[in-house]
């Protein structure tokens, strides 16, 4: 039970991305009020919680990588919702996705929301494309050997428009680190 416990932190982006994706889709007011609960969150966790410096033996190393891939497919959920509810376009094949596999109504929920819930959107689909995109897409593409760990670190550079990180740092930075010939670090 004690380990469960300590494979559950491994989760937690997984579950705060599908309580934001719910709680955004109540329609007005829902989006600002979840970047209100989800920055309170992130604040008080850094200042409650301690750096956790523990060290415990990785029994199934899929259960900590599962929330990587999970997240992803997560992400492109949440974005193609933000991505709806602020542009112009009303692709009718999203809106029969929404609702019939999420039970989210976009149209409805895109006539309710305000412009501070517009802004609060952007805000937090910023803040999970470098929680949930960006920092796993880097650890991913440090695993050279796996094809599939590059492919999914690659994709989630890519929603951060960062899709050369990968190259340029494991075979830039990491050869050259410190040097003249490093991309990465700062010059004197």
């Not at 991505?83 to 009718?92: D, K, V």
Request: one cysteine or more; proline letters at 3%; glycine letters at 6%.
């Amino acid at each position: 039970m004690k380990n469960i416990i300590k494979y559950i932190k491994y989760y937690l982006s997984t579950i705060l991305i599908i309580f934001t994706i719910l709680f955004c889709s109540n329609g007005a007011n829902y989006p600002t009020f979840c970047f209100i609960i989800f920055s309170v969150l992130i604040m008080g966790g850094d200042l409650l919680f301690k750096e956790d410096l523990s060290v415990f033996k990785i029994a199934n190393r899929r259960l900590i990588n599962m929330p990587i891939y999970i997240n992803f497919s997560l992400l492109l959920i949440f974005l193609t919702e933000i991505i709806f509810l602020l542009g112009n376009y009303e692709a009718s094949w999203i809106i029969n996705i929404f609702n019939n596999y999420f039970k989210i109504d976009l149209l409805q929920l895109k006539a309710e929301i305000t412009f501070i819930d517009r802004i609060s959107l952007i805000a937090l689909g910023a803040l999970y494309i470098g929680i949930i995109g960006t920092v796993p897409g880097h650890e991913l593409t440090h695993r050279k050997k796996d094809k599939i760990d590059m492919f999914f670190g690659n994709w989630l550079l890519s929603i951060s428009w960062d899709c050369a990180f990968a190259l340029e740092h494991v075979y830039g930075h990491h050869k050259y680190v410190g040097l003249p010939d490093d991309p990465a670090t700062a010059k004197r």
